[in-house]
């Protein structure tokens, strides 16, 4: 009887459906690009399940000043499906990757006139609850460049300036206490060497010429002769 009962609650675990999860879809905020280049739209998603082979991503496009969105690109079923009659037919090419949850898109020859959002959605079953990410295009005959590049290059100019004030800092204190250093040597060297000579001149005896000595001598004796004959 519990065997009947363990495999009949299999039986009814198998046929309920599994429960669907969200998905979350990425695609960047903001692109720019020049007049006649090609660009691509990067669209990926997560999922908590392996990827479905059923798969679909799907893009659409919303000109500025459009009121609604056209389709331009679908991929369903392991084939993409391109627009052959909107504003990118022939020049729309799908350069993703189902397998790795790339769903990416390459746009050639851009004009003024493909200004506009994008929008990719996905879809990855039996996760099929999520919601589309948008791409805004901004098309330029020169790209500008972007304020966090210029804040960027003001932040690096002014770190650089500190730091060369800061090793000509501590350069000029190496360069004085150095030269303080030097002149301290050289007084006490100075102050060693007299004390020195004058230790030798008290040292040294007297020198006499012995010169001199004799005629000191002589005179002396020259003395006492004149005391005897006295």
Same mark, same amino acid.
């Not at 100019?157 to 150095?178: K, Q």
């Given at each position: 009887?519990?065997?009947?009962?363990?495999?009949?609650?299999?039986?009814?675990?198998?046929?309920?459906?599994?429960?669907?999860?969200?998905?979350?879809?990425?695609?960047?905020?903001?692109? %720019?690009?020049?007049?006649?280049?090609?660009?691509?739209?990067?669209?990926?998603?997560?999922?908590?399940?392996?990827?479905?082979?059923?798969?679909?991503?799907?893009?659409?496009?919303?000109?500025?000043?459009?009121?609604?969105?056209?389709?331009?690109?679908?991929?369903?079923?392991?084939?993409?499906?391109?627009?052959?009659?909107?504003?990118?037919?022939?020049?729309?090419?799908?350069?993703?990757?189902?397998?790795?949850?790339?769903?990416?898109?390459?746009?050639?020859?851009?004009?003024?006139?493909?200004?506009?959002?994008?929008?990719?959605?996905?879809?990855?079953?039996?996760?099929?609850?999520?919601?589309?990410?948008?791409?805004?295009?901004?098309?330029?005959?020169?790209?500008?460049?972007?304020?966090?590049?210029?804040?960027?290059?003001?932040?690096?100019?002014?770190?650089?300036?500190?730091?060369?004030?800061?090793?000509?800092?501590?350069?000029?204190?190496?360069?004085?206490?150095?030269?303080?250093?030097?002149?301290?040597?050289?007084? %006490?060297?100075?102050?060693?060497?007299?004390?020195?000579?004058?230790?030798?001149?008290?040292?040294?005896?007297?020198?006499?010429?012995?010169?001199?000595?004799?005629?000191?001598?002589?005179?002396?004796?020259?003395?006492?002769?004149?005391?005897?004959?006295?």
């Amino acid at each position: 009887m519990l065997t009947i009962l363990a495999l009949a609650s299999v039986v009814l675990l198998g046929i309920v459906p599994q429960q669907s999860e969200a998905i979350v879809i990425y695609t960047g905020w903001e692109r %720019h690009a020049l007049v006649g280049s090609d660009i691509r739209l990067s669209c990926s998603f997560f999922s908590w399940r392996w990827t479905s082979d059923d798969v679909t991503f799907s893009w659409s496009y919303r000109a500025d000043g459009a009121r609604d969105a056209i389709s331009i690109f679908h991929y369903t079923g392991g084939a993409p499906y391109l627009d052959n009659k909107g504003p990118f037919r022939d020049r729309l090419e799908f350069v993703g990757n189902p397998g790795r949850r790339d769903g990416s898109i390459l746009l050639k020859n851009l004009d003024y006139g493909d200004n506009g959002t994008f929008t990719c959605d996905a879809k990855n079953p039996p996760d099929i609850v999520g919601r589309a990410s948008s791409v805004r295009l901004l098309v330029f005959e020169k790209v500008p460049i972007q304020a966090g590049v210029i804040t960027g290059s003001i932040i690096g100019a002014v770190l650089g300036l500190l730091l060369l004030i800061v090793v000509i800092y501590y350069l000029m204190r190496f360069l004085v206490a150095r030269r303080v250093f030097n002149l301290s040597v050289s007084k %006490h060297g100075k102050k060693g060497k007299g004390k020195e000579g004058s230790q030798q001149r008290q040292a040294s005896p007297l020198v006499v010429d012995p010169s001199k000595l004799k005629a000191a001598a002589s005179e002396k004796k020259k003395q006492e002769s004149r005391k005897d004959k006295k």
